[in-house]
């Protein structure tokens, strides 16, 4: 075909799609939420009317994957639902996971149920494919969930792994998250000095970064550190 195959299988989105996916994510990163969402609406249209399943996948966990990141998670749902769907049907191997573990990460912190074990499929599938490209962003992801279910100790060695990828393949665009989760854990377990040097870390690389969405985050999290070690004071 035009775009490639393997085994009968196309293997190449269509240039438009791809780069507006990029265009999505990154103004999701950096926290122009109005923009990623009109940008996501607008590539989704643009691909209603074609009949190319590799194209269609991939926008589909794009949009998915860039929600996930805003925590839209009822839009991260609705596309993932669609893009393992398509995924599945045309084996396409690298999407399925993706789809995957964002439809199982937004089901956990929706209101629509408990997505861990999705979750955890996914990014099982997705380690069987020996790809580290997002791979520390989808370990600290799943430290969050882990975090937020009570699981303190997997949340630790996942975020762990985190750290040691995002220092292999200085993939560092979700460090910041990492930080700022480090620090939550460290919180936890009162050890304040520690979780304070964590989240003073994440708000420095969300500035370096420009990552706004990222800042606010760390800075939500060092305001709320200082409040309750305030209160602890009196």
């Given amino acids: 075909?035009?775009?490639?195959?393997?085994?009968?299988?196309?293997?190449?989105?269509?240039?438009i799609s791809a780069s507006r996916g990029y265009r999505v994510i990154a103004l999701s990163i950096l926290g122009r939420a109005t923009q990623a969402e009109q940008e996501s609406d607008a590539v989704v249209r643009s691909i209603a009317d074609i009949e190319h399943p590799?194209?269609?996948?991939?926008?589909?966990?794009?949009?998915?994957?860039?929600?996930?990141?805003?925590?839209?998670?009822?839009?991260?749902?609705?596309?993932?639902?669609?893009?393992?769907?398509?995924?599945?049907?045309?084996?396409f191997h690298v999407y399925a996971p993706i789809c995957q573990f964002a439809l199982g990460v937004a089901l956990g912190r929706s209101e629509s149920g408990d997505g861990v074990a999705?979750?955890?499929?996914?990014?099982?599938?997705?380690?069987?494919?020996?790809i580290s490209l997002c791979l520390s962003f989808f370990l600290t992801s799943a430290a969050e969930m882990y975090w937020l279910?009570?699981?303190?100790?997997?949340?630790q060695r996942a975020l762990d792994e985190s750290h040691q990828v995002a220092e292999k393949t200085g993939e560092g665009f979700w460090s910041a998250e990492t930080e700022r989760l480090s620090g939550e854990l460290l919180r936890d377990?009162?050890?304040?000095?520690?979780?304070?040097?964590?989240?003073?870390?994440?708000?420095?690389?969300?500035?370096?970064?420009?990552?706004?969405?990222?800042?606010?985050?760390?800075?939500?999290?060092?305001?709320?550190?200082?409040?309750?070690?305030?209160?602890?004071?009196?």
């Fill in 1 to 15: 075909t035009r775009y490639g195959t393997v085994t009968g299988v196309q293997t190449c989105a269509l240039p």
């Fill in 54 to 91: 590799f194209s269609l996948a991939y926008v589909h966990m794009i949009v998915a994957m860039a929600a996930l990141i805003r925590r839209d998670w009822a839009l991260s749902v609705k596309h993932a639902q669609i893009g393992v769907s398509i995924s599945e049907e045309h084996g």
């Fill in 118 to 130: 999705a979750m955890e499929e996914g990014l099982h599938r997705y380690r069987k494919l020996s």
């Fill in 149 to 155: 279910c009570g699981r303190a100790d997997d949340a």
């Fill in 189 to 234: 377990q009162r050890r304040a000095p520690d979780a304070l040097k964590h989240f003073d870390k994440a708000l420095e690389i969300a500035r370096t970064q420009k990552l706004r969405i990222l800042e606010i985050r760390a800075a939500i999290a060092l305001a709320r550190f200082h409040d309750e070690d305030g209160r602890q004071e009196k």
